[in-house]
């Protein structure tokens, strides 16, 4: 894909004060949506967490494909991070995070403990690209826990830890982080769930990717909701059929076509055709190796 200057600058400079602050922590959740677990991921991460214990948080599960989901929470798996599902919006296994955390860092937790050192709060701090779900994770996560423990040196001055019990304490503000820009089809998946302004790519095009995955992998859906009596058909075909049926019509009875494209992304990314996803295991990891 062309060099697209779909995010500012500064997300890239950025980097040296991620790593800053990645020192205090003893753990990094890294937020990806689960409708896109490959475009949302950060192309450097492995280089950014170092050899910090790494959880990622696929979000937004209450909109994925639950099968993909699943296949790609394995992936990771196998490339060595911890992963859970969650969904910052309801609160949806929001509060596994601090027992899983727990886990991951037990063999510290037992080093200090034999030293008979007193157990030191697990301090963590939420990295994600744009809208993938950040502050809705943070508020989630503090909602109930009003106390600020206060500055702590070596943190810019804004910056404040909450302590979400005795034990745990996470830094209030996300680190943000820039997704993969290595393929074509990312740009879609980052546009067809919102992650990126819908001004970004062409909106047709938008849409045409976002019908022939949904033809290719999610038909019934499709033509379910749209009460379509085939897809074998062109693009154009389709949303003729989906204006006529929802009267997104000019004058003179011509379809409107900005007002499907808008219907057909609306009720995506709400879920009005069900649990998706737009990022395919099967075909990116074989086209990404
Ligand atoms: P950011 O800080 O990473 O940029 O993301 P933010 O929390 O602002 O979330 C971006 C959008 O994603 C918000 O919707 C938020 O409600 C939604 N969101 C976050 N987590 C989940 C989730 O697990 N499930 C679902 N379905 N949505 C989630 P918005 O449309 O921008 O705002 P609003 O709908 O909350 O008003």
């Known amino acids: 894909m062309k060099q697209i200057q779909w995010f500012p600058g500064h997300m890239f400079k950025s980097l040296r004060e991620i790593k800053e602050k990645l020192k205090l922590m003893d753990i990094v959740y890294i937020l990806l949506d689960a409708r896109i677990p490959y475009s949302s991921m950060n192309p450097n991460v492995l280089e950014i967490v170092g050899v910090k214990p790494t959880l990622l948080l696929f979000n937004k599960i209450d909109l994925a494909d639950h099968n993909q989901t699943k296949r790609w929470t394995k992936y990771y798996e196998e490339q060595g991070f911890y992963t859970l599902e969650i969904d910052a919006q309801s609160g949806k296994n929001v509060s596994m995070i601090y027992e899983k955390s727990l886990e991951i860092l037990s063999d510290k937790i037992a080093r200090q403990k034999s030293k008979g050192m007193q157990q030191q709060a697990i301090r963590a701090m939420i990295m994600g690209i744009p809208n993938v779900g950040k502050s809705t994770l943070i508020n989630q996560m503090t909602k109930t826990k009003a106390t600020k423990t ?15 019990n005795d034990q745990f304490e996470l830094l ?8 993969k820009f290595d393929l074509e089809q990312v740009g879609y998946s980052l546009a067809i769930t919102g992650a990126i302004k819908d001004t970004i790519l062409p909106i047709d095009d938008v849409v045409y990717h976002a019908v022939e ?15 379509l009596t085939s897809l ?4 154009i075909e389709i949303l003729d ?3 006529k049926r929802r009267g997104a019509l000019l004058k003179g009875n011509e379809i409107d076509y900005e007002r499907v ?3 057909l992304l609306t009720d995506i990314r709400n879920k009005h055709l069900g649990g998706l996803t737009f990022d395919r295991y099967d075909k990116l990891i074989s086209i990404s190796r």
């Open 150 to 164: 206060g500055n702590k040196p070596g943190v810019t001055k804004a910056q404040q830890w909450v302590k979400i």
């Open 172 to 179: 209030d503000t996300p680190g943000v982080l820039w997704p």
């Open 213 to 227: 995955h949904l033809k290719q992998y999610y038909p019934k859906q499709l033509m379910e909701r749209y009460e």
């Open 232 to 235: 074998d058909k062109e693009f």
């Open 241 to 243: 059929e989906i204006g």
């Open 261 to 263: 494209y808008s219907i």
